[in-house]
């Protein structure tokens, strides 16, 4: 279950607004907890969950042609006052895995012009009990379509908890990326709130040094303007953190199907950057090669394109069905223990059938090939593209990593500037062009900084979906 504590972080059915107070010692909303959270109530997560149910009622649907079943026949015709016939027939079928139709059942026949062939002796009331089975000993021995179907949809179930999967994957990426969205809009709208301190301390001082005739009026009119558009970039900023929070609070459920939002005080967790090793590299490219779901699903669907081959090479075999059943034993109608004999009280029957052209088999046979040779084509372009992607991904990440620590020395480098023209601006060695320009270097850099984390973050994310894993922190 989530956190307790999470729940303090959201609210229901409220929007989020700006006040435009500060939100420095805000509370934190861990990705981890965000995570837990989406993976618990979202929508997306509760479809996905019901991918394999539906699968395996369709396994039970297909295993339904493997249900007994009771057979009953009754035909009768009088004319005249005279029976002609009262046929009745009823029967227990048992379909089993292996080539066998095992029947037993049970049958009387009566009237004036019953055919002979359903003549029985009125020794047993016109009854006679019957058992035996039919066995195709040609077309059908090693597969047939109704073992066909259970075998691809066993096969579909698998493939339902790739796609499961897949589907579960996708949405954590998706709210991956809104999440440092979010972090990177509310960060841009600290430093927004930073660079208006600096703006109304450098102008609170312009305005006392000209108050002591120590600049001219015309520097407080461009620390004034400089003011304003800090104001400006305050309000755009607290726009965008606005957006991107609502954005956000799509992935935010509640038990129920309850939406949450983010309440306007809580904040990001802060980013920690931890390059990720060779080691790792390797790890997540086996990963992929056996159990991305794309690659998975490719390999499932070649599974069930081999059941159709076999059942395509099955049906070039000609149809030769034998049946036998024997008669009233070992007990008859009336429950008396009869002799038993193989030879006598039987019937017996064969059905052939072969088409001399196969044309229609032989079709499905090479049709049925080239859909697996053309599905093996792409599972082969789809894991090298894959490992391809996590390459490239890794490479970005290592790059974007050293980029961050030297983006960091500059932030650094920055501050160490501004701090020293704001002392000189104090003691009067500096000038406002000079600090302005310092200022929105500064504010530049750190910009630069936030959005390096958040491009490292994102892609961190694209790397562990592009392996086939759920998005981790």
């Not at 904040?267 to 998975?296: C, D, G, K, W, Y």
Request: no cysteine; glycine share 4%.
């Amino acid at each position: 279950m989530i956190k307790n504590r999470v729940w303090l972080l959201l609210f229901l059915g409220v929007t989020v607004q700006s006040h435009g107070q500060s939100v420095k010692s805000a509370p934190v909303f861990s990705f981890d907890d965000f995570y837990s959270i989406v993976m618990e109530y979202h929508p997306v997560v509760q479809q996905a969950r019901l991918l394999p149910e539906q699968a395996m009622q369709e396994l039970r649907m297909a295993r339904g042609a493997f249900d007994p079943k009771v057979e009953t026949l009754w035909s009768k015709k009088s004319y005249n006052d005279t029976e002609y016939y009262n046929i009745f027939k009823s029967a227990l079928k048992i379909p089993v895995w292996l080539p066998l139709d095992p029947e037993v059942g049970i049958e009387q026949n009566t009237g004036a012009y019953l055919n002979p062939e359903r003549y029985i002796s009125e020794s047993t009331d016109h009854r006679q009990v019957y058992g035996g089975i039919s066995v195709p000993v040609g077309r059908g021995l090693f597969i047939d379509e109704r073992r066909a179907t259970v075998q691809k949809a066993a096969l579909f179930k698998d493939m339902s908890e790739v796609e499961q999967i897949k589907l579960i994957n996708k949405l954590l990426l998706s709210a991956a990326n809104d999440y440092w969205e979010w972090y990177d809009a509310y960060n841009q709208y600290i430093l927004a709130e930073q660079a208006i301190e600096i703006a109304q301390d450098i102008f609170d001082r312009t305005r006392l040094a000209f108050e002591y005739g120590e600049v001219a009026a015309i520097d407080t009119v461009q620390a004034g303007i400089s003011l304003q558009k800090r104001f400006i970039e305050f309000q755009q900023a607290d726009a965008d953190r606005v957006t991107t929070a609502l954005k956000l609070s799509n992935h935010l459920w509640a038990e129920g199907g309850l939406p949450l939002e983010l309440r306007d005080d809580v904040a990001p967790e802060a980013i920690a950057v931890i390059a990720t090793s060779a080691f790792e590299l390797e790890a997540l490219v086996e990963q992929a090669r056996n159990n991305h779901p794309e690659l998975r699903k490719l390999e499932l669907k070649n599974d069930m394109l081999q059941v159709d081959q076999r059942l395509a090479r099955e049906n070039l075999k000609p149809t030769l069905d034998i049946g036998y059943y024997l008669l009233d034993q070992p007990f008859n109608a009336n429950g008396e223990r009869q002799a038993f004999s193989l030879t006598d009280n039987y019937k017996i029957g064969l059905q052939f059938s072969f088409p001399l052209l196969l044309r229609k088999e032989r079709a499905k046979v090479n049709h049925t090939s080239l859909k697996i040779l053309d599905n093996n084509y792409e599972r082969s372009y789809r894991e090298r593209e894959i490992i391809n992607e996590i390459n490239a991904l890794y490479t970005s990440l290592l790059n974007t990593s050293e980029i961050i620590g030297r983006q960091r020395q500059m932030v650094e480098g920055y501050e160490r500037i501004v701090d020293a023209e704001r002392m000189n601006l104090e003691n009067g060695e500096s000038d406002l062009f000079k600090i302005n320009v310092q200022l929105d270097k500064l504010i530049e850099a750190r910009s630069k900084y936030i959005k390096l984390n958040t491009k490292y973050k994102k892609n961190e994310a694209y790397l562990y979906w592009a392996a086939g894993m759920a998005v981790v922190n």
